[in-house]
């Protein structure tokens, strides 16, 4: 299930004392975000080729070199990114190994998580040892997971290679893995010591999974940030060509406003919950398609139209408001067609784990940028949300 290789760092650890890593990067062009909880603080560090300059910024968040640094990856970002992330650990004096854990949602679970740390310990890793995560939400999760157990914790880095993750996953702390009752059933919230986003990563992000990350990011917009909203609305070809300071632009908002609503309510016991506007509908068209028609992102971009169509069903959001942020989803879109039925929706909701005593809670929005959360919403008002969902997928937003 799990490989592991061995690379021992040679000669470079002496050129990196003078020379900041042997790398022509400078932190100017590195954007910072501070994430302050009560409990700790990390640093956000965004900039184009920054993952050429990993092993220095780890050296830097951990106070020292590691005794061993584990770097949890799959093959597919081992193939691709592994040879630049290496060179900066080498450059930086790091003794590490590469663990690769299979692709897939699919392998984000116990056994998963067990494999991953026997290959730990079989490479000797101690509690001075960090685990860096280089990859997607699902290598976050799972290294992340393991991280937080291991010896009763050890220190994990966030290298973020997919939008999804960079905008959102590899921030906030949450880690975990998946059960056959249900997703996300187990974690732990371990913060991570650094999180590294290098948007020079996602040039090799197949198209679909690069479409969905986007979601996340007009989520932002809608709850927290007019701007990126407005940004998204008017630079949609920079946006879908991955132009360089468009990517930059949208993953800054995005952990802007993650970071500052994690650090105000760091284990979602308020505030943090409108960070799963479009999700109430969302999940349920995931859970209701067994987690394959939809990607996350994409299931989340419905689910945004469904939350602004019960918004306006309930009075909360304006006509003009829901109409807004259908037409800039559809702008993105593609998104695969719905075809749960709106019964089936509503009992997946009641079913969910967020739903508490047969409640469930919706975020709705007031205007872009402002939302509240809705306890009582009714049935009916979700089903003919769902209903329009599936009204708009037989048209223009449905690939197939
Ligand atoms: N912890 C959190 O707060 C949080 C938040 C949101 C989502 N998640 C979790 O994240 C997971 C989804 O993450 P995801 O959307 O990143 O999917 P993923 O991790 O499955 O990655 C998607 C695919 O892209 C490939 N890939 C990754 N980076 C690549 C690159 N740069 N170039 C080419 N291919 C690349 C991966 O190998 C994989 O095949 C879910 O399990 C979800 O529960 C966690
Ligand atoms: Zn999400």
Same mark, same amino acid.
């Given at each position: 299930?799990?490989?592991?290789?061995?690379?021992?760092?040679?000669?470079?650890?002496?050129?990196? $004392?003078?020379?900041?890593?042997?790398?022509?990067i400078s932190l100017?062009l590195v954007k910072k !975000?501070?994430?302050?909880?009560?409990?700790?603080?990390? &640093?956000?560090l965004i900039g184009s080729e920054s993952?050429?300059i990993?092993?220095? +910024?780890?050296?830097?968040?951990?106070?020292?070199?590691?005794?061993?640094?584990?770097?949890?990856?799959?093959?597919?970002?081992?193939?691709?990114?592994?040879?630049?992330?290496?060179?900066? =650990?080498?450059?930086?004096?790091?003794?590490?190994?590469? !663990? +690769?854990?299979?692709?897939?949602?699919?392998?984000?679970?116990?056994?998963?998580? +067990?494999?991953?740390?026997?290959?730990?310990?079989?490479?000797?890793?101690?509690?001075?040892?960090?685990?860096?995560?280089?990859?997607?939400?699902?290598?976050?999760?799972?290294?992340?997971?393991?991280?937080?157990?291991?010896?009763?914790?050890?220190?994990?880095?966030?290298?973020?290679?997919? =939008?999804?993750?960079?905008?959102?996953?590899?921030?906030?702390?949450?880690?975990?893995?998946?059960?056959?009752?249900?997703?996300?059933?187990?974690?732990?919230?371990?913060?991570?010591?650094?999180?590294l986003i290098d948007p020079?990563?996602?040039?090799?992000?197949?198209?679909?999974?690069?479409? $969905?990350?986007?979601?996340?990011?007009?989520?932002?917009?809608?709850?927290?940030?007019? #701007?990126?909203?407005?940004?998204?609305?008017?630079?949609? +070809?920079?946006?879908?060509?991955?132009?360089?300071?468009? =990517?930059i632009?949208?993953?800054?908002?995005?952990?802007?406003?993650?970071? &500052?609503?994690?650090? #105000?309510?760091?284990?979602?016991?308020?505030?943090?919950?409108?960070?799963?506007?479009?999700?109430?509908?969302?999940? $349920?068209?995931?859970?209701?398609?067994?987690?394959?028609?939809?990607?996350?992102?994409?299931?989340?971009?419905?689910?945004?139209?469904?939350?602004?169509?019960?918004?306006?069903?309930?009075?909360?959001?304006?006509?003009?408001?829901?109409?807004?942020?259908?037409?800039?989803?559809?702008?993105?879109?593609?998104?695969?067609?719905?075809?749960?039925?709106?019964?089936?929706?509503?009992? =997946?909701?009641?079913?969910?784990?967020?739903?508490?005593?047969?409640?469930?809670?919706?975020?709705?929005?007031?205007?872009?940028?402002?939302?509240?959360? $809705?306890?009582?919403?009714?049935?009916?008002?979700?089903?003919?949300?769902?209903?329009?969902?599936?009204?708009?997928?037989?048209?223009?937003?449905?690939?197939?």
């Open positions: 299930m799990v490989e592991g290789r061995c690379y021992h760092a040679g000669f470079c650890a002496s050129i990196v $004392a003078g020379s900041g890593g042997g790398c022509a100017n !975000i501070k994430v302050k909880l009560k409990s700790t603080a990390y &640093d956000v993952l050429r990993a092993g220095r +910024e780890i050296v830097r968040a951990l106070g020292g070199v590691p005794s061993l640094c584990l770097v949890v990856t799959t093959a597919r970002v081992h193939k691709h990114w592994g040879s630049v992330l290496e060179q900066s =650990l080498r450059a930086a004096g790091f003794r590490f190994v590469v !663990i +690769e854990i299979k692709d897939g949602e699919s392998h984000k679970n116990f056994a998963g998580v +067990e494999s991953l740390m026997r290959n730990f310990a079989k490479h000797g890793a101690d509690r001075g040892s960090v685990v860096v995560a280089l990859g997607g939400g699902v290598v976050g999760d799972v290294a992340g997971f393991a991280a937080s157990i291991y010896m009763r914790g050890i220190p994990v880095v966030q290298i973020p290679t997919t =939008l999804l993750a960079q905008v959102d996953a590899s921030v906030g702390g949450k880690t975990g893995v998946n059960l056959a009752a249900g997703k996300n059933l187990v974690g732990t919230f371990h913060q991570p010591r650094l999180v020079q990563v996602l040039s090799t992000l197949p198209d679909r999974e690069y479409r $969905a990350g986007l979601f996340e990011v007009i989520k932002c917009g809608i709850i927290r940030d007019t #701007k990126i909203f407005g940004f998204m609305e008017d630079h949609h +070809e920079q946006v879908l060509n991955r132009d360089p300071k468009a =990517l632009r949208m993953i800054t908002s995005a952990v802007k406003v993650k970071a &500052d609503i994690v650090a #105000k309510d760091e284990r979602e016991g308020g505030l943090r919950r409108i960070l799963n506007f479009g999700h109430t509908v969302g999940h $349920a068209l995931e859970a209701d398609s067994v987690y394959k028609r939809f990607l996350h992102g994409e299931a989340v971009g419905w689910g945004m139209v469904a939350a602004a169509e019960i918004g306006v069903l309930t009075g909360v959001t304006p006509q003009k408001t829901a109409q807004q942020i259908s037409a800039l989803i559809q702008i993105y879109g593609p998104l695969p067609q719905v075809k749960s039925t709106a019964q089936d929706i509503v009992r =997946l909701i009641q079913s969910d784990k967020k739903t508490r005593n047969g409640v469930p809670h919706f975020v709705l929005v007031t205007k872009i940028g402002r939302t509240l959360i $809705a306890n009582g919403v009714p049935n009916v008002a979700v089903k003919k949300a769902v209903e329009r969902l599936r009204h708009l997928s037989s048209e223009r937003l449905a690939v197939r």
